[in-house]
């Protein structure tokens, strides 16, 4: 939705929306004195406290398409992040469930919303607010706005205008992150995924290279090509290569843009939330566009394993042994493990070209949902530095990550009987084996972390009006980058 920053006058707004806590007047500096008292009278009901959500509404004298609603924002001490992000919903779920299209917004000062990253999270939800995946049917469903007008608190109007200008193309690389994992398999196919990374790289001016089956074959990337064998959509493994600093930046992307299981066959329930297996792939589209949307001061390099895991005659079979791309064998246990094998191929060759920092981004395993719900991802690195600048950086994002152990028990586990290693350890603890497993194909870069997404990812159909690709991990690292950027 389109956003803008207060200038123009909030009377000519449909309704003037002002947040307000718990025990506090409204703020009213610079509204217009018909607004302002309008506010004043709103607050004054009896019965108004300002805890969260409730409203009062009251219209502008002389004026009566406009009205003032003030809606609370509960105590002043509990407003953090995940409060603004959601008082902004449901705030503008409200006006929208209206009927009204153009509200003016206005936030009392705190630490939450101060600042560049203050306006950078108002901006950001606003301008996500009424995301649809609209691609594939006639009518959209629910009520949307028009725009969204921001008033920044006192005093941060130049930090409102800076947020705004990050915002926007955060938000832009989380549309597009939607977009993509949304996209249903019939469509994104990896032929489909890497033409969609041709397209950001083309608009951008970053280098690309698509390898074909054949590519794959000549360079050892077994995994992939196991993983890909069973179906009738050729694997792809895309290269992108941007940005510069002095620091090296690669991500990596599990790009399944199906995952049956294979021939270790998953059940038929819930089968279809397996087109979001691409979702690592579509998160590093996504911080792709942003980031040199940003122009961040990055050697950036991104690598997407694409591939589609089916049964089928030419599908890879338990106890079959596959040679990855730095050589290391593994058996093949569970076709369904088939992510760390596509990883695995990608990882190598991100390492092997020396980065400062890796990070991926998988739907990895379903122990990861076990352990985390789907409210946050598993972060697994060895270093305990990026984890806390990673930590840090996801909740200044307002997303939930959570670090989980590489014990060298993990490792063990899947290590090999005929093959170096096999890619499947014991039942529980699996997020953690699958790390274990990934961290025997990054040796070369200088620090590595993974982020298990299978959680966050995306809302199953259980929740009809969430439904869909979340976006997770795009606000998460931009954040990081551009912490990391300025030396914080
Ligand atoms: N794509 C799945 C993991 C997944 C599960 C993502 C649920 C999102 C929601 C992955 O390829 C998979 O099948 N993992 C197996 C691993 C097992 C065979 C070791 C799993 O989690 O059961
Ligand atoms: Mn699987
Ligand atoms: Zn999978």
New binding site residues.
Partial sequence: MKTRLAGGKPIDHDVVLLGCFEREAPELGGLPGPVAAAARKAADRSGWKGSKDQTSTVHVSGKQATSVTVRGLGKRSDFDRRALKNWLAAALGSVAQDGLKRPFLGLPGHETVAGVGGGLCVFREAALFGYQFGEYRKKSKAPRLRDVTVRPPAGEEEAYQEGRRLALKVAAGIGTTRDLANTPPNVATPVWMAEQARAIAADRGMEITILEPKELEERGMGGLLAVGGGSVNPPRMVRLEWGQGERSVSLVGKG?TF?T?GISLKPGANMD??KF?KAGACTVMGIAQAAADLELPYRFRAYLPLAENMPDGKAYRPSDIVRCYNGKTVEIL?T????RMILADALAWAAEEKPDDLLDYA?????C?VALGHYGAGLFTHQDELASELLGAAASADEYLWRLPLWPEFGEEVRGLHGDLQN?GVRWG?ANSAAAFLSNFVRGARRWAHVDI?GPAYVGRSNKKGYGSTGYGVGLTLAWLMRQAQGA
């Fill in positions: 399944v995952d299981g939330e397996m297996d569970n369904d493990a088939e992510g739907t990895l395993t379903g122990a949902v499947l699996g299978a």
